[in-house]
Protein backbone atom coordinates (compact mmCIF):
# COMPACT_ATOMS: atom_id res chain seq x y z
CA UNK A 1 0.00 0.00 0.00
CA UNK A 2 2.86 2.48 0.64
CA UNK A 3 4.66 1.69 -2.91
CA UNK A 4 1.13 2.26 -4.14
CA UNK A 5 0.84 5.42 -2.32
CA UNK A 6 4.15 6.69 -3.51
CA UNK A 7 3.61 6.00 -6.71
CA UNK A 8 0.36 7.81 -6.71
CA UNK A 9 2.07 10.69 -5.06
CA UNK A 10 5.22 10.61 -7.71
CA UNK A 11 2.50 10.22 -10.51
CA UNK A 12 0.39 13.54 -8.85
CA UNK A 13 3.91 15.56 -8.84
CA UNK A 14 4.74 14.54 -13.05
CA UNK A 15 1.20 15.58 -13.90
CA UNK A 16 1.77 19.01 -11.59
CA UNK A 17 5.39 19.94 -13.30
CA UNK A 18 3.96 19.06 -16.69
CA UNK A 19 1.06 21.53 -16.05
CA UNK A 20 3.83 24.06 -15.10
CA UNK A 21 5.68 23.63 -18.17
CA UNK A 22 2.85 23.90 -20.47
CA UNK A 23 1.72 27.01 -18.94
CA UNK A 24 5.20 28.26 -19.36
CA UNK A 25 5.41 27.51 -22.65
CA UNK A 26 8.29 26.49 -25.14
CA UNK A 27 11.47 28.08 -25.06
CA UNK A 28 12.14 29.91 -28.24
CA UNK A 29 14.35 27.88 -31.24
CA UNK A 30 17.98 29.27 -31.43
CA UNK A 31 17.25 29.29 -35.68
CA UNK A 32 13.90 29.74 -37.38
CA UNK A 33 12.30 28.90 -40.27
CA UNK A 34 9.53 31.04 -41.90
CA UNK A 35 6.67 31.14 -44.38
CA UNK A 36 6.00 33.94 -47.01
CA UNK A 37 2.73 35.03 -47.85
CA UNK A 38 2.71 37.21 -51.18
CA UNK A 39 1.67 40.59 -51.07
CA UNK A 40 -1.20 41.60 -48.76
CA UNK A 41 -1.31 45.00 -48.85
CA UNK A 42 -0.40 47.21 -51.16
CA UNK A 43 -0.87 51.42 -52.31
CA UNK A 44 -4.28 52.69 -52.61
CA UNK A 45 -4.56 55.84 -53.74
CA UNK A 46 -6.98 58.24 -53.85
CA UNK A 47 -8.45 62.08 -54.91
CA UNK A 48 -5.63 63.39 -52.74
CA UNK A 49 -2.87 60.23 -51.90
CA UNK A 50 -0.92 59.06 -54.48
CA UNK A 51 0.92 56.62 -52.87
CA UNK A 52 3.58 54.35 -53.53
CA UNK A 53 4.93 52.58 -51.02
CA UNK A 54 2.69 51.00 -48.10
CA UNK A 55 5.61 50.10 -45.01
CA UNK A 56 6.71 50.23 -41.49
CA UNK A 57 3.18 48.19 -39.85
CA UNK A 58 2.21 48.00 -36.75
CA UNK A 59 -0.57 45.52 -36.11
CA UNK A 60 -2.97 44.33 -33.19
CA UNK A 61 -6.18 41.78 -32.98
CA UNK A 62 -8.68 43.51 -30.98
CA UNK A 63 -12.64 42.46 -31.27
CA UNK A 64 -12.39 39.81 -34.21
CA UNK A 65 -10.59 42.22 -36.52
CA UNK A 66 -6.91 43.50 -37.26
CA UNK A 67 -6.66 46.80 -37.00
CA UNK A 68 -3.03 47.83 -39.20
CA UNK A 69 -1.42 51.05 -39.08
CA UNK A 70 1.48 52.00 -41.46
CA UNK A 71 3.85 54.58 -43.03
CA UNK A 72 2.72 55.63 -47.01
CA UNK A 73 5.19 57.16 -49.38
CA UNK A 74 3.61 59.32 -52.40
CA UNK A 75 4.71 60.00 -55.73
CA UNK A 76 6.89 62.98 -54.44
CA UNK A 77 8.58 60.60 -51.65
CA UNK A 78 6.35 62.48 -48.50
CA UNK A 79 5.21 60.54 -45.89
CA UNK A 80 1.98 59.95 -44.17
CA UNK A 81 -0.17 57.38 -42.19
CA UNK A 82 -3.03 54.80 -42.95
CA UNK A 83 -4.81 52.79 -41.20
CA UNK A 84 -7.20 49.61 -42.20
CA UNK A 85 -8.92 46.33 -40.47
CA UNK A 86 -10.23 43.13 -41.37
CA UNK A 87 -11.12 40.26 -40.19
CA UNK A 88 -8.95 37.43 -42.31
CA UNK A 89 -5.65 38.58 -44.17
CA UNK A 90 -7.25 37.16 -47.52
CA UNK A 91 -9.37 40.24 -46.83
CA UNK A 92 -6.33 42.89 -46.13
CA UNK A 93 -5.46 43.95 -49.86
CA UNK A 94 -9.62 45.09 -50.50
CA UNK A 95 -9.51 46.90 -46.98
CA UNK A 96 -10.66 50.77 -47.37
CA UNK A 97 -7.16 53.09 -46.53
CA UNK A 98 -8.18 55.66 -44.24
CA UNK A 99 -5.28 58.61 -44.60
CA UNK A 100 -4.60 60.06 -40.88
CA UNK A 101 -3.41 63.34 -42.62
CA UNK A 102 -7.32 64.17 -42.64
CA UNK A 103 -7.53 64.02 -39.09
CA UNK A 104 -6.31 66.11 -35.73
CA UNK A 105 -3.12 63.82 -36.37
CA UNK A 106 -2.64 66.28 -39.29
CA UNK A 107 -0.20 66.44 -42.16
CA UNK A 108 3.50 66.45 -42.44
CA UNK A 109 5.73 64.58 -41.41
CA UNK A 110 4.81 61.65 -39.30
CA UNK A 111 5.44 58.26 -39.90
CA UNK A 112 6.33 54.18 -38.47
CA UNK A 113 3.72 54.07 -36.24
CA UNK A 114 3.30 51.44 -33.55
CA UNK A 115 0.07 51.08 -31.59
CA UNK A 116 -0.97 49.78 -28.38
CA UNK A 117 -3.84 50.18 -25.69
CA UNK A 118 -2.82 51.75 -22.24
CA UNK A 119 -4.76 49.63 -20.12
CA UNK A 120 -3.65 52.02 -17.16
CA UNK A 121 -6.04 54.84 -18.79
CA UNK A 122 -8.22 52.89 -20.69
CA UNK A 123 -6.97 54.59 -23.81
CA UNK A 124 -5.38 53.87 -27.57
CA UNK A 125 -1.78 55.23 -28.21
CA UNK A 126 -0.05 55.47 -31.18
CA UNK A 127 3.47 56.29 -31.36
CA UNK A 128 5.23 57.96 -34.34
CA UNK A 129 7.99 59.71 -35.28
CA UNK A 130 8.41 63.12 -36.72
CA UNK A 131 11.99 64.01 -37.92
CA UNK A 132 12.77 65.35 -34.67
CA UNK A 133 11.06 63.79 -31.40
CA UNK A 134 9.25 61.12 -30.98
CA UNK A 135 5.00 61.85 -30.53
CA UNK A 136 1.90 60.01 -29.55
CA UNK A 137 -1.76 60.19 -30.53
CA UNK A 138 -4.64 58.71 -28.64
CA UNK A 139 -8.17 57.50 -29.00
CA UNK A 140 -10.87 55.65 -27.42
CA UNK A 141 -11.73 54.07 -30.05
CA UNK A 142 -9.16 52.28 -32.41
CA UNK A 143 -11.70 51.72 -35.15
CA UNK A 144 -12.77 54.94 -35.92
CA UNK A 145 -10.05 56.62 -37.73
CA UNK A 146 -11.19 60.35 -37.05
CA UNK A 147 -11.30 59.63 -33.53
CA UNK A 148 -7.41 60.25 -33.05
CA UNK A 149 -6.23 63.22 -30.60
CA UNK A 150 -3.60 65.79 -31.75
CA UNK A 151 -0.23 64.95 -31.58
CA UNK A 152 2.14 65.37 -28.23
CA UNK A 153 5.79 65.02 -27.97
CA UNK A 154 7.40 62.72 -25.23
CA UNK A 155 10.67 64.47 -25.34
CA UNK A 156 9.96 67.99 -23.93
CA UNK A 157 13.59 69.12 -24.65
CA UNK A 158 13.83 67.54 -27.57
CA UNK A 159 16.64 65.02 -28.76
CA UNK A 160 18.44 63.27 -25.56
CA UNK A 161 22.04 64.63 -25.40
CA UNK A 162 23.36 61.10 -25.53
CA UNK A 163 21.33 61.10 -28.47
CA UNK A 164 22.77 63.65 -30.15
CA UNK A 165 26.66 62.81 -28.80
CA UNK A 166 26.59 59.26 -31.02
CA UNK A 167 23.27 59.94 -33.80
CA UNK A 168 26.45 61.18 -36.24
CA UNK A 169 24.96 61.46 -39.51
CA UNK A 170 22.25 58.73 -39.00
CA UNK A 171 18.64 59.44 -38.32
CA UNK A 172 16.53 59.17 -34.89
CA UNK A 173 13.85 56.75 -35.93
CA UNK A 174 11.66 53.84 -35.16
CA UNK A 175 9.65 54.72 -31.81
CA UNK A 176 8.84 51.35 -30.04
CA UNK A 177 6.83 51.17 -25.98
CA UNK A 178 7.29 48.66 -23.75
CA UNK A 179 5.88 48.56 -20.56
CA UNK A 180 6.42 46.12 -17.39
CA UNK A 181 4.23 46.32 -13.91
CA UNK A 182 6.20 49.31 -12.81
CA UNK A 183 7.94 51.47 -15.68
CA UNK A 184 7.02 52.13 -19.84
CA UNK A 185 10.45 52.34 -21.69
CA UNK A 186 10.78 53.98 -25.08
CA UNK A 187 13.36 52.70 -27.97
CA UNK A 188 14.20 54.28 -30.57
CA UNK A 189 17.66 53.71 -33.42
CA UNK A 190 19.96 56.17 -34.80
CA UNK A 191 20.69 54.43 -38.10
CA UNK A 192 24.35 54.86 -36.84
CA UNK A 193 24.78 51.23 -34.58
CA UNK A 194 23.20 52.59 -31.18
CA UNK A 195 19.65 51.20 -30.14
CA UNK A 196 18.43 53.66 -27.29
CA UNK A 197 16.29 53.63 -23.90
CA UNK A 198 14.25 55.81 -22.25
CA UNK A 199 12.07 55.00 -19.75
CA UNK A 200 9.21 56.92 -17.26
CA UNK A 201 6.86 55.20 -14.69
CA UNK A 202 3.88 53.63 -15.13
CA UNK A 203 1.93 56.19 -13.48
CA UNK A 204 3.34 58.80 -15.15
CA UNK A 205 3.02 57.76 -18.67
CA UNK A 206 3.54 59.43 -21.34
CA UNK A 207 4.81 61.98 -19.56
CA UNK A 208 8.59 62.19 -18.14
CA UNK A 209 10.32 60.33 -20.22
CA UNK A 210 14.35 60.49 -19.72
CA UNK A 211 17.01 58.34 -18.78
CA UNK A 212 18.78 57.90 -21.66
CA UNK A 213 20.75 55.27 -21.87
CA UNK A 214 22.28 53.33 -25.03
CA UNK A 215 20.73 49.93 -24.84
CA UNK A 216 23.09 47.88 -27.04
CA UNK A 217 25.98 49.24 -29.95
CA UNK A 218 27.65 47.62 -32.34
CA UNK A 219 30.47 49.32 -33.94
CA UNK A 220 29.22 48.32 -37.51
CA UNK A 221 25.75 50.42 -38.01
CA UNK A 222 24.46 48.62 -40.53
CA UNK A 223 24.62 45.35 -38.07
CA UNK A 224 22.35 47.47 -35.56
CA UNK A 225 20.74 49.94 -38.16
CA UNK A 226 16.78 50.17 -36.91
CA UNK A 227 13.38 48.93 -36.19
CA UNK A 228 13.33 47.81 -33.05
CA UNK A 229 10.50 45.44 -31.15
CA UNK A 230 10.41 44.56 -27.82
CA UNK A 231 8.05 42.03 -26.99
CA UNK A 232 7.08 40.08 -23.32
CA UNK A 233 6.78 35.63 -24.08
CA UNK A 234 4.09 34.75 -22.51
CA UNK A 235 4.08 32.98 -19.54
CA UNK A 236 8.08 33.12 -19.45
CA UNK A 237 10.35 35.48 -17.45
CA UNK A 238 11.85 36.20 -20.37
CA UNK A 239 11.70 39.00 -23.33
CA UNK A 240 12.88 39.00 -26.98
CA UNK A 241 14.24 41.72 -28.85
CA UNK A 242 14.50 42.05 -32.31
CA UNK A 243 16.38 44.97 -34.80
CA UNK A 244 16.44 45.34 -38.27
CA UNK A 245 20.18 45.38 -40.08
CA UNK A 246 21.80 45.80 -43.72
CA UNK A 247 23.14 42.46 -45.06
CA UNK A 248 26.31 42.15 -46.56
CA UNK A 249 24.55 42.24 -49.89
CA UNK A 250 22.20 44.99 -49.10
CA UNK A 251 19.77 43.44 -48.16
CA UNK A 252 17.48 43.91 -45.00
CA UNK A 253 16.91 41.43 -42.71
CA UNK A 254 16.32 40.48 -38.44
CA UNK A 255 18.82 39.70 -35.78
CA UNK A 256 17.39 38.92 -32.24
CA UNK A 257 18.46 38.41 -28.69
CA UNK A 258 16.64 37.14 -25.07
CA UNK A 259 16.65 39.15 -21.77
CA UNK A 260 15.12 38.30 -18.52
CA UNK A 261 14.05 42.18 -18.32
CA UNK A 262 13.38 44.69 -20.46
CA UNK A 263 16.38 46.59 -19.90
CA UNK A 264 18.30 43.25 -20.48
CA UNK A 265 21.17 41.92 -20.38
CA UNK A 266 20.42 40.19 -23.82
CA UNK A 267 21.70 37.16 -25.07
CA UNK A 268 22.24 36.71 -28.48
CA UNK A 269 19.51 34.30 -29.79
CA UNK A 270 19.44 33.85 -33.50
CA UNK A 271 21.84 37.07 -34.79
CA UNK A 272 24.16 36.63 -37.28
CA UNK A 273 23.71 36.33 -41.50
CA UNK A 274 24.17 33.24 -41.39
CA UNK A 275 21.08 32.33 -38.63
CA UNK A 276 19.43 35.76 -38.84
CA UNK A 277 15.82 35.89 -37.57
CA UNK A 278 14.03 37.12 -40.63
CA UNK A 279 15.78 36.45 -43.89
CA UNK A 280 14.81 36.27 -47.36
CA UNK A 281 17.67 33.17 -47.19
CA UNK A 282 15.95 31.63 -44.04
CA UNK A 283 11.87 31.88 -46.28
CA UNK A 284 10.33 29.65 -47.87
CA UNK A 285 8.34 31.63 -50.63
CA UNK A 286 5.34 30.30 -53.57
CA UNK A 287 6.76 30.57 -56.69
CA UNK A 288 9.72 33.93 -57.46
CA UNK A 289 9.67 35.85 -54.50
CA UNK A 290 8.24 39.08 -54.66
CA UNK A 291 11.27 40.41 -52.18
CA UNK A 292 15.06 39.55 -50.82
CA UNK A 293 14.31 42.00 -48.09
CA UNK A 294 12.62 41.20 -44.72
CA UNK A 295 12.11 44.95 -43.50
CA UNK A 296 10.54 46.78 -40.67
CA UNK A 297 7.43 45.10 -39.36
CA UNK A 298 5.45 43.61 -36.26
CA UNK A 299 4.84 40.55 -34.65
CA UNK A 300 1.32 39.78 -34.58
CA UNK A 301 0.84 39.66 -30.47
CA UNK A 302 -1.66 37.60 -28.49
CA UNK A 303 -2.60 41.12 -26.34
CA UNK A 304 -3.05 44.26 -27.10
CA UNK A 305 -1.79 46.05 -24.40
CA UNK A 306 1.64 48.06 -23.18
CA UNK A 307 2.91 44.69 -22.11
CA UNK A 308 3.91 43.66 -25.64
CA UNK A 309 2.80 39.96 -24.87
CA UNK A 310 3.52 37.13 -27.59
CA UNK A 311 2.67 33.43 -28.14
CA UNK A 312 6.64 31.55 -28.88
CA UNK A 313 4.21 29.34 -30.57
CA UNK A 314 3.74 29.63 -34.05
CA UNK A 315 4.93 33.15 -34.81
CA UNK A 316 4.12 35.49 -37.71
CA UNK A 317 5.27 38.81 -38.96
CA UNK A 318 4.12 41.52 -41.02
CA UNK A 319 6.66 42.47 -42.96
CA UNK A 320 7.93 44.63 -45.86
CA UNK A 321 9.36 44.06 -48.69
CA UNK A 322 9.81 45.08 -51.99
CA UNK A 323 10.62 43.91 -55.90
CA UNK A 324 14.09 42.72 -55.88
CA UNK A 325 14.82 44.60 -58.56
CA UNK A 326 13.72 48.45 -57.35
CA UNK A 327 16.81 50.63 -57.31
CA UNK A 328 14.99 54.08 -56.69
CA UNK A 329 15.88 56.53 -54.08
CA UNK A 330 14.91 55.29 -50.45
CA UNK A 331 11.72 57.52 -49.94
CA UNK A 332 10.35 56.21 -53.70
CA UNK A 333 11.26 52.65 -53.37
CA UNK A 334 8.04 50.34 -54.05
CA UNK A 335 7.49 48.95 -50.35
CA UNK A 336 4.59 46.21 -50.00
CA UNK A 337 3.33 44.23 -47.05
CA UNK A 338 4.03 40.42 -46.02
CA UNK A 339 3.01 37.94 -43.61
CA UNK A 340 5.34 36.02 -42.51
CA UNK A 341 4.87 32.33 -40.58
CA UNK A 342 7.00 30.33 -38.49
CA UNK A 343 7.51 26.96 -40.20
CA UNK A 344 9.35 25.33 -37.15
CA UNK A 345 7.35 26.01 -33.87
CA UNK A 346 8.74 24.26 -31.24
CA UNK A 347 5.37 24.29 -29.26
Known sequence: MRIRSLLTCLSLVAASLAAVATEAGAALPTSFQWRSSNVVI????????????????????????????????????AYSMVYLNFTDWSQANSAQHHYLDTTAIGTGYKTAP????????????????????????????????????????FYANGMPQIIRDNIGNGHWVDFWVVCDNARCHLFSSDDNGQLYRSETSLANFPN????????????????????????????????????????????????SWTGPAITGPWKALADTEANPFARAGNTTFTGTPWTKDISHGELIRNGIDQNMTISECNLRYLYQGKDPAANDPYNLLPWRLGLLTQTNSTC
Open 42 to 77: GPKSDATHNIRAVKDPTVVHHNGRYHVFASTTNNNG
Open 208 to 255: GMGNTVIAMRDPDKFKLFEAPNVYKISGREEYLLIVEAIGSDGRRYFR
Open 114 to 153: HVFYFAPQRLWYLVFQTGDNAAYATTRDIGNPRSWSAPKK
